[in-house]
Structures are given as C-alpha cells and as structure tokens.
C-alpha cells in the first residue's frame, strides 16, 4: 500500500534553517520529489533523489534513506518567499505513478 | 511558465451542471494527469493518460470522464456537479512514464478553478 507521513505544519523564522521529514511506504520505489506550493498556485518541482544521500540546489537540500523509507527536505537561509506548502512524493513503482503526500505548510516570519 | 496550458482558469456554474475543463500538455510530452485539490487538502489523483491510453485511476468519480486526444491535450468532464465538487483542478504533464526524472518531474498547469453554487 502507500503512505506518506510527513508535518502537518512547521513555522520557522526568516534566516534560519528548517528541516521538512517525510517518511513513506510504497509497493515499489523508483524516486522521491519535493514539490513546492505556495497557496492557491501550482506545485513546482524542486527536488530528485534516487539514490541514498544527499542532493544540494542551491538554499535547498534533499536527503534519502531507500532502506528507511525516510526524506528531508532542508531549507537554508529562509526567506518569506519560502512560505508555502512542500510535498513529499515517492515514485510508486507499483502503481506506476507520483503518489503525494498531504504536504508540509511552513510559514517563515520576519 | 510550466508550458502546461488549462483553460478555463475560473468556472461558476450551478449543481446539477456539467463542464469541462480542458489541458495542453507541454510541447513534447506523453502523460497527462489531472488533480483535484479541495480547500487546504492535499493533491487527490483522479486520472492519467499516456500518448492517448488511460493508464491509472484514483478516486475519480463516476460522475466525472476524462480522455486524451490523438493530440495529445486532455479533457475533463465533470457532471451531475455537487457542491463539493468545487476545487482547483489541475492538470499536469511529463515526458516519461515508468519512474525516474522523466516521468516524476511533473509540469503543472496553473489549474481551472471551479465553483460549483
């Protein structure tokens, strides 16, 4: 089956650092993704594991633990842009699709 | 800009109603998705085609049809409308299908918002 757990909602101040954790169980995997959603828009992609570790863009960061089942996102140096919904999406190899998760919403204050 | 264009952007319309929200994937891509997300909910699946098949549902309604042209732009039918139906509708493409960058990095449409009154 699948599923997806990752907070509801995490508040941070502008500057800081904030990790985003996501934990999941699919049929078969093939990839995880973080998407980015500020309210009322659409998701944008942000970010790609398929091997263990970590990957680095920029301010952001995604880690992956295959054998966990387990992601974090990591945003650096928050800006209030950064307010917005993330989501965790592994590839169901199972259901041949991105399966979402419900989304993390982060509010960033001055 | 995604590349991914749906139109209409904005719908009002009455219960008992039927329309149909339309999409154009990006120059290039095979898979088409649609969405519904509801007020502060997450991303509900409903349906994905690949170069004109259907190849995944999700919790879509029976109420509501979808399907891909040889073109490959995408329509959805929603009728019968019911209050609850309103939401953002969203469409997305991808170039691949089994896994990886290709088929998981999905370009987003900027959604047709629907208000059913």
């Known amino acids: 089956g699948q599923n997806i757990d990752q907070p509801t909602e995490m508040t941070a101040t502008e500057g800081a650092i904030v990790q985003i954790n996501c934990t999941y169980q699919t049929s078969g995997f093939n990839g995880l993704f973080w998407y980015q959603q500020h309210a009322g828009e659409a998701p944008t992609f942000l970010s790609y594991n398929v091997l263990d570790g970590l990957e680095e863009k920029g301010r952001f960061s995604s880690f992956l633990s295959r054998s966990k089942g387990y992601s974090y996102l990591l945003l650096k140096e928050l800006q209030m842009k950064d307010s917005a919904s993330y989501l965790c999406a592994p590839w169901d190899t199972g259901f041949q699709k991105l399966v979402f998760g419900t989304g993390t919403r982060l509010l960033v204050s001055p | 800009d995604s590349g991914v264009t749906q139109t209409p952007k904005h719908l009002i319309t009455a219960t008992g109603q039927r329309v149909t929200l339309r999409c154009s994937p990006r120059s290039g891509d095979l898979s088409v998705y649609w969405y519904q997300q509801s007020l502060d909910q997450g991303l509900q699946f409903l349906i994905q085609y690949y170069n004109g098949e259907e190849r995944a549902k999700g919790n879509i309604l029976e109420r509501f049809s979808a399907q891909q042209f040889p073109d490959l732009h995408s329509e959805l039918n929603l009728s019968s409308l019911e209050l609850g139906d309103s939401a953002l509708y969203f469409c997305?493409?991808?170039?691949?299908?089994?896994?990886?960058?290709?088929?998981?990095?999905?370009?987003f449409g900027e959604g047709s918002r629907l208000t059913v009154l």
């Open positions: 997305a493409s991808s170039l691949g299908l089994a896994g990886g960058l290709m088929a998981g990095e999905l370009f």
